[in-house]
């Protein structure tokens, strides 16, 4: 029982990070309509940007974690300015926007890979002891991770809902030529919306590095938020975040119970039985996919 | 000489597997990142059938297409069904193929049979040459084009250019979205099956995702409806890193940015749009000879 009490709390805290990632997704997609697929680029370059500050620069965790989510957003809005803004003046269809995203995918990855090489490291952090809740032992870092996913979730809540800002950018999720006919800069929607990007890549790099490893091709977990999205249903977020539960959960019992190599197999057969059985996923109502 | 056969026997290789990616990318619009799992599916079945069953190579190569095709439809169907958006059916073929990965990888032996989970699949006979390879890809050719061109390869074109539109105008979704990926799948499975007969082994290194990135490039570099631009590209691709040594480290990197500024300034791709036939030829000969004759 307490095993799995503690396989509970690690599957929470690994959702969490799902969620970041899937709220990434979600946030673009609505706005521009294509999948930003350089996102695990972006948490990939947030992870070893820490990883080097702490390492070289010999930097305290959070003025390293600062540091990366700086650099990140830099990168972010680079990418946005460099790759995507073409794009969209020109009304492009989506499909170059996935392919463009994609090369800056591919190209991010591998400039990490050849600097930094393709073995996984651990990330370095000292590490601490437990905290135990009723004979429960917690991982510190879970509970740190957990608390701050959630933290930045509940900012990005209140930034979309309570801000005029937020307003502006659910407009644009809306109707973006109707938005900018009423006043709101397409620009700086674009650069708020990808400065939050590289805030949930960077937050999601550098707690999924301290869980695992940072590793180059560490991004492909990006796939699991994907499939969270699609299992919570698509389209809102308390969805993409119950699928994310659901699925970090799912994966730490099988990796607990079975077998930890085949713990994405078991994502992805998950993901086929809920398409056979909720083709719209567990919350989604319509084909609509907006905020 | 050898050199030059290896070169083009894998770039044949990596022509019919890109061909399938430019049925289902380039004509239907389903992006596709994850067609080194069918090749790997069709390359294991069909070395499986002959060695351990001694089935003859080419039927072997065709049921190993087949077991890839069908195989596709465990992805396919909830997916299509569920209207699934292109970047999402993207992430489901990734995921499969990874999950195939994974399971040959972790599979030793299956039955009588020793699979080599991580080390590969040893001793398969070694059947493919630059013939076979040059037959199988003239084929597969005929066949793509004759698909493109066909009702089927209508109905594929339509649904990429507008799926609401194509379904009012009677195009069933699922079946032309399904038939593609069959397709599409069938070609991954048999260039899988060529690559293992070549290498005379196969391990589950062989299909990762740089692999179907391989593949996508050389479709959005070759460009979209387009069967000959692939073609092309497909080759070029292959042929450049062998030629180019030096170069093999930054092969993805320089792939990166490419994708980036082709879809700046050539978004259509090389030779997208541009079907394959011979008024190409027909042109070139007029250009060429009839000016001649007209002089002469």
Redesign the interface.
Known sequence: MELFLQQLVSGVSIGAIYSLLAVGYALVYSVYNFTNWAFDAFMAFGAFAAFTAILWLFLPFWLAMLISIVLTIVLSVGVEKLAYSTLRRRKAPRLFMMISAMGVNLAIVNIINKIFGGTFRKFPIESVQPVFLGGVSIGRMDLIAGVISFGVLALLWLFLYRTKWGLGIRASAIDILTASLMGINNDAVAVIIFTITGVLSSVAGVFYGIKYAVYPMMGIVTIKAMIASIVGGLGSLPAAILGSMLLGVLETLVSGYISSSYRDLFSFLFLIVILLFFPNGLMGKSGEEKL | MGYLTAILILGGINIIATLGVAILTGYT?L?T?GHAGFMALGGYMSAILVKELHVPFPIALLIGGTFAGLCSF??GY??F????????FA??T???S??IR??L??TKTLGPINLGGAFGYMNIPSHTNVWVVLFTLFLALLFAHMFVTSHYGKNCIAVAQDEVAAQMMGVNLLKTKLIALFISAFYAGVAGGLLGFYFAYLSPSFFT?TKS?DL?AAV?FGG?QSLIGPFVTAFVLVAVPEVLRALA??R??I??????I???FR?QGLLGYVEMNLNFARLLWQKWFGRKLAEG
Do not use: C, H, Q, T
Not at chain 2, 255 to 260: A, E, I, R
């Open positions: 619009g992006f990142i465990i992805i909830p997916a069904r569920s209207r699934l958006r292109g970047d999402y992430i489901a990734l995921g499969f990874e999950a994974l399971i990888n972790n995702i990135s996508l959005v979209i480290e930054w993805l990197i792939y990166g940015f490419l994708f980036v082709v879809m700046i978004p």
